[in-house]
């Protein structure tokens, strides 16, 4: 019977699939393995089930010489060596798609919860510093008629736009493809190249992604280029954001606020991002609902299954 290696405690659904074809090991535990226990726990398996926090580097791919498919649980594919395992004939696949509407709401979660100041009232109102209705109290900002600026015009990113729309926002948009002309038509959205995107946005979403080019997309400079009033949100991935540049902005007044998802050395954080009241941030949750979760782990299953039955992956990464 083929073999499959789940790296990673998921939902019960991938294994209830995968254990009707094969034999199935699995780590059951939160914490994620490290890299020796890894390297053991691949030997002899036609398949991996890896998760964000794995890094499946070429040592890894290696230790298991029959391996067939290497099934990631996450949009992203970075944390796989994919170079490596095409040029061995190994099925890279992600699960797309499925997350879009999760990160999507939290992108505009973020974004309300900034423009309104809802985390600093949460916290002024338990250290009851709330004394009562003012005029001009803990005043924040309507989303209404702003410009907002997206990076990155994929599933994730049509998303955005379109919940965006129900607060009445402008969108501009740059992506590595320009879309069509129907789609910006139907999107109701106008293509910006990087700095007048910067310059002209409200609020700036990252949301493209990531390849090792994009290292601190946004950086001092950039920064610098954004409206002093102007938002920047990430839910793409941490190495975007040159960080302490970001404090250093924050703190000079060079922009309004930051949602941060993802972080440049996660799970660490700059530390100056943790004592500023103009920046919420989230551990990593864009697509962590019970919804989403489910149907990632589905779907890294579905792809295994496919592969090791002969039939080809149905999210592909990589092409053979």
């Keep these: 019977m083929k073999e499959v290696a789940v790296l990673g405690k998921i939902p019960d659904i991938a294994y ?23 390297l053991e726990m691949v030997k002899g398996k036609e398949a991996i089930l890896s ?49 879009t509407y999760a990160t999507a709401e939290l ?96 609020v700036v979403s990252l949301h493209m992604s990531y390849h090792p080019s994009l290292k601190h997309f946004i950086g001092m400079d950039q920064l610098k280029m954004m409206k002093s009033n102007a938002l920047l949100l990430n839910l793409a991935r941490g190495p975007m954001v040159h960080e302490e540049a970001l404090v250093e902005a924050l703190n000079n007044g060079e922009i309004a606020g930051a949602g941060l998802d993802v972080f440049e050395f996660e799970p660490a954080v700059t530390e100056g991002l943790k004592t500023l009241d103009n920046v919420i941030i989230t551990p990593h949750i864009g697509n962590a609902t019970v919804e989403a979760r489910r149907d990632m782990a589905e779907m890294a299953a579905e792809n295994i299954i496919s592969v090791l039955n002969g039939g080809e992956p149905k999210t592909p990464v990589n092409s053979l």
């Design 107 to 202: 992108t505009l979660g973020l974004l309300i919860s900034l423009s309104r100041r809802l985390v600093e009232g949460d916290k002024l109102t338990r250290a009851g510093k709330f004394e009562g209705w003012a005029p001009l109290f803990h005043l924040g900002t309507e989303l209404r008629g702003k410009t907002l600026g997206i990076f990155g015009m994929g599933n994730i990113g049509k998303k955005v736009v379109q919940m965006a729309k129900a607060f009445e926002m402008k969108i501009l948009y740059y992506n590595r493809t320009k879309l069509s002309l129907e789609e910006e038509q139907e999107l109701d959205i106008t293509y910006c190249e990087k700095d007048a995107l910067l310059q002209e946005a409200d």
């Design 51 to 99: 998760i964000l926090s794995d890094t499946i580097d070429q040592d890894i791919i290696e230790a298991a010489p029959d391996l067939k498919i290497i099934a990631n649980y996450g949009a992203g594919f970075n944390n796989i060596d994919v170079q490596t395992a095409t040029e061995k004939n190994i099925h890279v696949t992600n699960t797309p798609v499925v997350s």
């Design 16 to 38: 209830e699939k995968l254990s009707k074809h094969f034999q199935v090991t699995m780590n059951h535990e939160v914490t994620p393995l490290t890299k020796a226990e890894i």
